[in-house]
């Protein structure tokens, strides 16, 4: 079983607001990741956990903050967006970060913040 | 030079046809090489992945040239089904670096 899910699909929200995205995989992966995907863009790192440690941050805004409950969940907390950051928010899995194996893509979430 | 570059297409093509797609990557000391492709608004599933010269799966086969530094993808005997996006993705074999995405290559299949 290669699934990885994410909630929920589509997400409209305030710039005021906050939300949460969540991710979810029981694959035994260690290494999870969140990616912003732009139309007719190739999808963009923004984080990577690794043994559910913060091992990359490809310098994103603090309006998205990460969190890795355990080796199975992985959040996206959102505050105070912007328009341009309306995007598919993907999540991934691999079984571990250092030996840049296949990566499995849960479904996304279409975040549109108006 | 681009880390990860890929003719963008679109490529057109009868169904049955034999379609090919060329990724070039700069850092020789990358180490695993994969194929995903993308439906429209969905997410990249993976197609092939490539360890070694190559890989065959059915209608699809992958092969690496590391001289060269490229990795080709041969879909044969295409299909309505096959149009989509196709992602080339490089291991850059680098701490601290993770999978390099190129931009896509689209194909389009038609009856």
């Known amino acids: 079983d290669t699934e990885v899910t994410q909630t929920p699909k589509h997400l409209v929200m305030g710039m005021t607001n906050k939300k949460s995205l969540k991710c979810e995989q029981h694959m035994g992966h260690r290494a999870m990741y969140w990616y912003k995907q732009k139309a007719k863009k190739p999808p963009e790192l923004m984080f990577v956990y690794s043994y559910e440690k913060l091992s990359i941050n490809e310098s994103v805004p603090s309006r998205f903050s990460p969190e890795c409950p355990n080796s199975s969940l992985l959040n996206l907390h959102l505050h105070a967006l912007q328009p341009e950051d309306s995007a598919l928010y993907l999540c991934?899995?691999?079984?571990?970060?250092?030996?840049?194996?296949?990566?499995?893509f849960g479904p996304g979430t279409r975040l549109t913040v108006t | 030079r681009k880390e990860v570059e890929q003719d963008p297409g679109p490529f057109n093509v009868p169904e049955g046809a034999t379609v090919a797609f060329n990724c070039t990557y700069s850092?020789?000391?990358?180490?695993?090489f994969f194929w995903y492709r993308q439906d429209c608004r969905k997410e990249p599933k993976l197609l092939m992945s490539v360890y070694s010269s190559g890989n065959e799966d059915g209608r699809f086969t992958a092969q690496l040239n590391r001289a060269s530094q490229y990795i080709s993808l041969l879909i044969r005997d295409s299909k309505l089904s096959d149009s989509a996006t196709y992602l080339c993705?490089?291991?850059?074999?680098?701490?601290?670096?993770?999978?390099?995405f190129g931009k896509g290559t689209t194909l389009s299949v038609s009856s």
């Open positions: 850092n020789s000391a990358s180490q695993s």
């Open positions: 991934a899995s691999s079984q571990e970060y250092s030996t840049g194996r296949e990566q499995y």
């Open positions: 993705v490089v291991n850059p074999n680098q701490a601290g670096t993770a999978l390099i």
